[in-house]
């Protein structure tokens, strides 16, 4: 059977969305996007230049405006997402309606490594003072949504693939 259309990949910032969706796009033979990168080409601004001149509020508003775009496309597609995407205006209850999602599930121990490397693309991180407590709590938060999911997966790209040719 045909994969689904749309696969979106979802969990925490630094979990490896956008490293790993290219990778699984590739393997799959389909396009990828990735949803920041969508949103800074539709706003013709950065990431950090939308958190730091328009909010989050509006960022947010972006973000719901390109995955309903990306969701709405013919073609067959995987979507990084970024990692506050499942967790405002119902996107997490659109994307496992229009096809399938994926839980990025790296360790927490992990991804604040990553995270602590890489602060200045990321807004949200960069204005952390305590970086472990603070990603703890976002975690915490934000995992009711990422648990929505319909498959859950460390980045094991044959695990994810054999779920995939299963259903
Ligand atoms: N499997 C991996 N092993 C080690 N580092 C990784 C891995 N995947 C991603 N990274 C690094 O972690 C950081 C976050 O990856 P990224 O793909 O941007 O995550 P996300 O899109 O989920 O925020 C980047 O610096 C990337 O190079
Ligand atoms: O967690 C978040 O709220 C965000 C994660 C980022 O994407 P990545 O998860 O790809 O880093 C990006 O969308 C923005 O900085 C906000
Ligand atoms: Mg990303």
């Known amino acids: 059977m045909a994969y689904p259309k749309k696969i ?10 956008s490293t790993f969706g290219k990778k699984l796009a590739e393997r799959l033979g389909r396009q990828f996007f990735d949803l920041d990168e969508q949103i800074e080409k539709m706003s013709g601004m950065t990431i950090p230049e939308i958190f730091a001149d328009a909010g989050e509020d509006q960022f947010r508003m972006f973000e719901t405006y390109a995955l309903g775009m990306i969701t709405q496309l013919n073609e067959p597609s995987l979507i990084a997402t970024g990692g506050g995407a499942p967790c405002f205006n ?24 990553r995270v602590s490397n890489d602060r200045a693309t990321r807004p949200l991180v960069n204005d952390m003072g305590d970086v472990k407590a603070e990603m703890t709590a976002l975690y915490n938060e934000r995992l009711t949504f990422y648990q929505q999911a319909k ?9 994810i693939m054999s779920y995939l040719d299963a259903l």
């Open 8 to 17: 979106y990949l979802v969990g925490m910032p630094g979990s490896g969305k």
């Open 90 to 113: 119902g996107n997490m209850d659109l994307m496992n309606e229009a096809g399938c999602t994926i839980f990025l599930d790296t360790p927490l121990d992990e991804i604040i490594n």
């Open 151 to 159: 498959f859950t997966s460390d980045s094991d790209i044959e695990e």
